[in-house]
């Protein structure tokens, strides 16, 4: 398996697929394709990807081209990877949480881009980005206490994967999860997140 992806510090849609696979434990090859070079970084991605854009998968002579379908692919092949919860509802609601991220919070995506290589800043944040955190963190509230953690529906799974970048916009923008509703769970979440093994291989090698 290949999986080629953007640029490290900035590429969150790299990111969730990367840290799926990682947990996995299957071998693959990691193809880097730096991000924001102009006349460089297209021509390059489209020797890979038919949309045109990164992470994108090739196994057993496809291209896998969209974030959460790769996701859904390595869950379906490495099923004792248990990336999705087996219990269904915790699954169903994973899922929900995983799409919500994949096709919500644009203000957020915008506004708070992530920069793993950024000091810590304080901006002022518009209505619509800080709705979008209320958002996330009521669901990620919710979650955990319907599961009882320590991950959103109890052990880790895609849907965590999906939130590991947004835990690293909130560290990068200084963003005090209690301002917005966060009695606790919420900001120790985060933390979970930016601790697991996974990700803090990808910290290593941006």
């Known amino acids: 398996m290949e999986l080629v992806i953007g640029t490290k510090k900035w590429s969150t849609w790299s990111l969730r697929p990367w840290l799926a696979l990682k947990r996995t434990g299957a071998p693959f090859t990691e193809t880097l394709i730096s991000l924001r070079e102009d006349g460089v970084t297209q021509p390059a991605i489209a020797g890979h990807s038919p949309s045109g854009l990164v992470p994108a998968l090739k196994v057993d002579g496809m291209v896998i081209w969209d974030s959460l379908a790769i996701c859904e692919y390595l869950a379906e092949r490495f099923p004792e990877a248990r990336l999705w919860p087996q219990d269904p509802a915790a699954r169903a609601l994973a899922r929900a949480a995983a799409s919500e991220m994949h096709s919500g919070f644009a203000s957020l995506r915008g506004e708070c881009p992530m920069a793993l290589d950024a000091e810590v800043s304080h901006p002022t944040l518009s209505p619509a980005t800080e709705a979008n955190i ?66 803090q291989a990808w910290l290593a090698d941006i």
């Open 134 to 199: 209320r958002r996330i963190v009521r669901l990620w509230s919710d979650l955990l206490a319907r599961f009882g953690g320590p991950f959103l529906c109890g052990d880790w799974s895609i849907a965590d994967a999906f939130y590991t970048p947004v835990a690293t916009r909130f560290r990068t923008y200084g963003v005090r999860l209690s301002d917005y509703g966060d009695t606790g769970p919420a900001g120790a979440y985060m933390e979970r997140l930016l601790e697991t093994p996974e990700f």
